[in-house]
């Protein structure tokens, strides 16, 4: 997703692998909305950094020795986002309830770091120029792993996704696609339009729905479940369509 926009997001790593901070600093430098505030090994030099340079984001791993990024979350300005980077898929949760603006699996690809940029930016960002002031580049699909390869899955034979502790299954028109990854990942990835958040297991495919109550999403032979802390934004959105 190529993104043009008005303002400059000011970015700080923290890791404390050098080999992380170089592969996120030359992704960061292709993306000219993007400054670089500065890269650092650890949560004491990230603190003296965001004291003395004005940082909008921050690139944060989460298992660091001495204060791991969650303990240094917590303890910086809420107007500072954090987008978690770490190699242990089993700390997304706790990421996630800091309110991170994203959560990004090690080894982390330019597309897939693009896109947390892009959420930043959508969540974070007062567009008062022209609306074309963010040009997505018109992909239709984005690629998994699974049975040891990469498979291409097309956003339009998507029906809905549904997560199984720590991996999903991806409900394609002719077939299911397995791979180890988390639903939130998976959502980020998806254009917002098209999709939705029904539960904490499960996404689908509006064009796929067929009849909807006020617990269930029908699609195919399956019910889908509408949880209730979904069910009000679910509900809203399924009306006004």
Do not use: W
Request: charged share 25%; hydrophobic share 40%; glycine share 2%.
């Amino acid at each position: 997703m190529l993104l043009k926009m008005t303002k400059t997001i000011h970015c700080l790593i923290v890791d404390d692998e050098p080999t992380a901070r170089e592969i996120l600093e030359n992704h960061l430098q292709k993306i000219d909305a993007v400054k670089i505030a500065g890269s650092c090994k650890n949560a004491i030099d990230a603190f003296n950094k965001i004291n003395s340079e004005n940082v909008d984001l921050i690139f944060l791993d989460i298992n660091m020795p001495e204060i791991s990024g969650l303990s240094f979350a917590k303890s910086i300005n809420p107007n500072i986002k954090v987008v978690f980077t770490t190699a242990y898929r089993e700390y997304a949760i706790e990421g996630f309830d800091l309110q991170a603006v994203d959560f990004l699996l090690k080894p982390i690809s330019f597309d897939r770091l693009l896109q947390a940029i892009n959420k930043y930016f959508n969540e974070n960002v007062v567009v008062t120029s022209k609306p074309d002031s963010i040009i997505p580049e018109k992909n239709d699909y984005f690629f998994v792993r699974s049975d040891r390869k990469m498979i291409k899955i097309n956003f339009d034979e998507i029906t809905y996704i549904e997560s199984l502790s720590d991996y999903i299954k991806i409900h394609l028109n002719d077939e299911t696609i397995i791979t180890r990854e988390s639903i939130s990942n998976i959502e980020a990835r998806l254009p917002q339009q098209n999709f939705m958040r029904t539960h904490r297991s499960f996404i689908i495919s509006l064009k796929a729905i067929h009849s909807f109550t006020k617990e269930t999403i029908g699609i195919d032979d399956h019910e889908i479940p509408i949880s209730r802390s979904y069910k009000d934004k679910v509900l809203k959105r399924l009306d006004n369509n």
